[in-house]
């Protein structure tokens, strides 16, 4: 029972275009999504969260925006830069369990120079 | 401030043995969460411990169990080791009523 999706196993992007990744959710309890960045061998580096009161939140180059009506999210890169190639991963927290997260897959994001 | 630490970083054990790891919060963090990381099933809850109480807990069996002590420092134990152990062990804090976890670098468990 996969709650949170992320369907893109990868994505290619030139330097300086805008990489967006997706996630699909299927619990309406969730109400806070985060997402974050990781590296093999590494732990998971937070990037930007939104609360399910929110439609959008930005930070630097970094936008994510939410559907509730259709449980998904996405997140905005703009502009793509090599640095940015990592593994992308979408989580959501469940109302009231702020210390628990569900995650997706992951989306492996190259940017190509 | 310092990030979370997490010790040891690589451990290998074998089958039916036994290990602990440890988890040091962010300063002031007094929420500890745990997850598993492997290739197949990717990230998983396995349990969260606030004020040395475990408040939430994963589809994990009872092999793997945690602590935490007044100080926010957390242990987390798996007993009898199997090899679908082996994975990314990975250990989180955040301030209470704050949804953001952070991460510590993992400890990476090989079990032979």
């Known amino acids: 029972d996969q709650q949170v999706k992320q369907n893109s196993p990868s994505l290619s992007v030139q330097e300086g275009r805008i990489s967006i990744l997706n996630c699909d959710y299927t619990n309406s309890m969730f109400d806070y999504f985060l997402w974050y960045k990781k590296y093999p061998a590494e732990g998971p580096t937070f990037l930007i969260s939104?609360?399910?009161?929110?439609d959008k939140n930005e930070d630097g180059r970094f936008t994510v925006f939410l559907n509730k009506s259709a449980k998904h999210l996405s997140l905005h890169i703009v502009p793509s830069q090599p640095g940015d190639s990592a593994v992308y991963f979408c989580a959501a927290s469940p109302e009231n369990q702020g210390g628990k997260l569900i995650f997706g897959q992951g989306t492996e994001l190259s940017v190509k120079p | 401030k310092a990030g979370v630490t997490q010790t040891p970083r690589y451990l290998i054990k074998t089958r039916g043995q036994q290990v602990t790891l440890s988890c040091s919060p962010i300063s002031g963090h007094r929420s500890v969460s745990w997850y598993q990381q492997t290739p197949g099933q990717g990230l998983q809850f396995l349990f969260e411990?606030?004020?040395?109480?475990?408040?939430n807990k994963g589809n994990f069996p009872g092999r793997f169990s945690g602590r935490q002590f007044s100080n926010s420092r957390s242990e987390m134990n798996v007993s009898t080791l199997e090899l679908g152990d082996s994975a990314l062990y990975l250990c989180?804090?955040?301030?209470?009523?704050?949804?953001?976890?952070?991460f510590g670098p993992g400890t990476r468990l090989l079990v032979l």
């Open positions: 989180a804090s955040r301030l209470t009523g704050r949804e953001t976890q952070y």
């Open positions: 939104i609360s399910s009161i929110k």
């Open positions: 411990y606030f004020s040395e109480t475990q408040r």
